[in-house]
């Protein structure tokens, strides 16, 4: 069985703990450097990327995720794919830039705080504050899209979500995740 970790300085890492359970997979919260070494896959979850990423520098955690993200697969949801992304818009902003994606913060504006929408087969999207997607990398593959643009994307060993998919009953995108750290460990 693999374990994944879910980094757990701020934003909602527990509706992803119970996410993975749900699924019959493990998981834990990552907090420290240590706890990378025994988790098979990462998940950075939705919060508030400026908060994240002080806390990220704060821990000295930077490098040792950039690092993980190397060899093991990240899944990013909303805050966490702003985290991941190579390019942030919407205010200079650092990033692990694991994915070849760029990201505009705060897209839909003001007056969509958030919605629910319906996706491709179903899938219920909860967008909260949620970026937009505006370029991806020839290599990454769009699984899903929202008015238009990507919200569901792999690039290689990653993968980012700018919903919650933590929010819904709907287990396919943490199975797809768990599915790729299955993979990734053969
Ligand atoms: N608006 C947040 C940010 O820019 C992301 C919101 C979320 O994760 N739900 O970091």
């Not at 699924?23 to 706890?35: K, L, N, P, T, W």
């Not at 950075?44 to 002080?54: F, H, N, R, V, W």
């Not at 990240?74 to 205010?91: D, K, Q």
């Not at 694991?98 to 705060?106: A, H, K, Q, S």
Request: aromatic residues 6%; negative net charge.
């Amino acid at each position: 069985m693999v374990t994944i970790g879910i980094l757990a300085l701020q934003g909602d890492f527990e509706a992803h703990v119970r996410a993975f359970l749900r699924c019959g997979a493990a998981a834990v919260e990552v907090r420290a450097v240590d706890e990378l070494k025994s988790v098979d896959g990462l998940v950075i979850p939705g919060g508030e990327s400026t908060t994240m990423l002080k806390l990220i520098q704060l821990e000295n955690l930077m490098e040792p995720l950039r690092e993980f993200g190397s060899r093991a697969p990240v899944f990013g949801t909303c805050a966490g794919a702003i985290l991941l992304a190579r390019e942030v818009l919407g205010g200079q902003q650092d990033s692990l830039g694991l994915m070849d994606i760029t990201v505009e913060r705060n897209a839909y504006g003001r007056q969509l705080q958030s919605c629910v929408a319906q996706l491709e087969d179903g899938l219920e999207a909860v967008f909260i504050r949620a970026p937009i997607i505006r370029r991806v990398g020839n290599a990454v593959r769009v699984r899903a899209t929202y008015a238009g643009s990507p919200v569901w994307v792999e690039d290689g060993l990653h993968m980012a979500a700018t919903f919650h998919p933590e929010l819904t009953d709907d287990s396919r995108v943490h199975q797809a995740f768990l599915d790729k750290v299955a993979q990734c460990r053969h």
